[in-house]
């Protein structure tokens, strides 16, 4: 954000310093950036069409929900509380950016999970939200719907379920109905997105 690009080299060696204090240090100085900028000021960002801070505090709010979740999995750990519209915010935007951009940016990445044909969609929903997913061999392309909509395949749940299941957290507390291979075709594409 202060230099109005993304530093170089990248990604940067912080090797050297302890991993506890380059957290403390990192999360004071991004917090003290996000303090001072308006979330519609400009910063690069690896999501062409949106270069704003608004975007790196929207990233680093579902990137810590997903690594905490992270580190709780691994320390067998319960999962604490995430608010429903962070995770109503998250599933929009693993779909969104990371899936349609990100198959389309990063093509070669998704070309071994892409389908040889269009196929049907299938609805990801929950509380009042739905998007329609279709996997084409040019990339996914997501239409936003009713979360009623129809689709020979739905994987549903509430927010926080679901967000964990999209990114490949936790399989459990969400229900998947319809064609199995479709749904396995999703979770195939969702691994290029988010590994």
Not at 40 to 52: C, I, K, L, N
Request: glycine fraction near 6%; avoid cysteine; hydrophobic fraction near 40%.
């Amino acid at each position: 954000m202060r230099q109005g690009t993304f530093p170089r080299p990248w990604p940067l060696d912080l090797s050297a310093e302890p991993a506890l204090d380059l957290l403390d240090r990192s999360y004071a100085a991004l917090t003290g950036e996000f303090a001072t900028r308006s979330p519609r000021s400009r910063a690069a960002t690896w999501y062409e069409p949106e270069q704003t801070v608004g975007f790196w505090i929207r990233r680093m709010a579902q990137e810590t929900v997903i690594h905490r979740v992270d580190a709780e999995l691994a320390a067998r750990e319960p999962i604490g509380p995430i608010s429903e519209d962070l995770a109503v915010d998250g599933i929009d935007e693993v779909l969104e950016r990371f899936l349609l951009y990100g198959s389309h940016r990063w093509a070669e990445e998704f070309k071994p999970s892409l389908p040889d044909n269009d196929l049907p969609p299938v609805l990801v929903a929950t509380d009042g939200y739905g998007w329609l997913v279709r996997a084409t061999p040019q990339g996914v392309s997501i239409e936003v719907a009713t979360p009623r909509a129809g689709a020979p395949a739905t994987v549903s749940g509430d927010p926080v379920p679901l967000l964990l299941w999209l990114w490949r957290r936790r399989t459990d507390g969400v229900e998947i109905e319809g064609d199995r291979t479709l749904i396995d075709k999703l979770r195939a594409l969702l691994h290029d997105a988010t590994q």
